[in-house]
C-alpha cells in the first residue's frame, strides 16, 4: 500500500528538508545551545525540536490545522504566542553580558554546568512547538501535497518522517557547533556571538509580528 503513495511522499520529503536547512529559529537555538553549553546540551535542544514536530502533526491529524486555517483569528493567536516566545528568547540573548577568558574556557571543559539536559530539551521542544512558522507550513503542506484521500496512518507516518528529519539534522548541526575547535572558536567571541543570536530571533518575531 505505501508504494502508492510514493509520488506523494517523495515530494513531501523534498519540500520538508529544504524548509528544515534554512536558517531559522530552531538553527539559531541549536547553535547557541551547542556553542554555549557543549554537545550534550546540543542534542537535546536538537532532539526536543525533532519532538516539537509531533505537535504540528498531531493537530493536524486532528482536523485543528483546517479549523485554524477556516478561523484567521486562531491562527493570529498562534502567530502571536509564537512570536512572543522567539522574541523572548531574542531578548535574553540580547542582553548576554561579556565573560572573561577563564570562564569561557570553564565552559567549554564543563558544557552542562548551566543547563540541565531536560531544559535544554523543552528549550527545544516550545521552539519548534510554538513557531507559527511551522504552523503555516504543516497547513500549506497537509492540503496541497498530501492528497485528502491519503489515508490517516500513511499521514502519520509522513509525520514520523518529519519528526525524525528534523531531530537528524539538528543534531549534526548540534555536533558540528558543539566541536572543541569550533567551540573555543565562537567562544572567543563570546557575548557577541550570543547578541548575534538575539538579533536574529528577534528579526524573526518582527517578521511574523509585521505579517499579521
Known amino acids: 500500500m505505501l508504494s502508492n503513495y510514493l509520488g506523494e511522499f517523495l515530494a513531501l520529503a523534498t519540500i520538508h528538508f529544504l524548509a528544515v536547512v534554512a536558517p531559522g529559529p530552531d538553527f ?12 550534550a546540551v546540543g542534542m537535546c535542544t536538537a532532539l526536543g525540536i525533532g519532538a516539537g514536530i509531533s505537535v504540528h502533526v498531531l493537530y493536524t491529524l486532528l482536523g485543528v490545522g483546517a479549523l485554524m486555517h477556516a478561523t484567521p483569528w486562531l491562527l493570529t493567536v498562534a ?38 539536559l531536560f531544559k535544554a530539551f523543552a528549550t527545544g521542544f516550545l521552539t519548534n512547538a510554538t513557531n507559527p512558522k511551522a504552523t503555516l507550513f504543516f497547513l500549506a503542506i497537509f492540503t496541497t501535497v498530501i492528497s485528502a484521500s491519503t489515508p490517516l496512518q500513511v499521514q502519520a507516518l509522513y509525520g514520523l518522517w518529519m519528526c525524525f528529519v528534523n531531530a537528524l539534522w539538528f543534531v549534526i548541526v548540534a555536533l558540528f557547533f558543539s566541536s572543541s575547535r569550533v567551540r573555543v572558536l565562537f567562544m572567543r567571541m563570546g557575548h557577541w556571538f550570543e547578541r548575534t543570536m538575539g538579533v536574529i530571533l528577534i528579526l524573526f518575531a518582527g517578521r511574523l509580528i509585521l505579517s499579521m
Open 79 to 116: 502567530k502571536v504566542v509564537g512570536g512572543a516566545y522567539i522574541l523572548y528568547l531574542g531578548v535574553s540573548l540580547l542582553r548576554s553580558k561579556p565573560k572573561s577568558t577563564q570562564e569561557g574556557l570553564g565552559a567549554v571543559e564543563v558544557p552542562n554546568e548551566q543547563q540541565t
Open 28 to 39: 539559531a537555538v541549536t547553535i547557541r545551545q551547542s556553542v554555549r553549553f557543549g554537545r
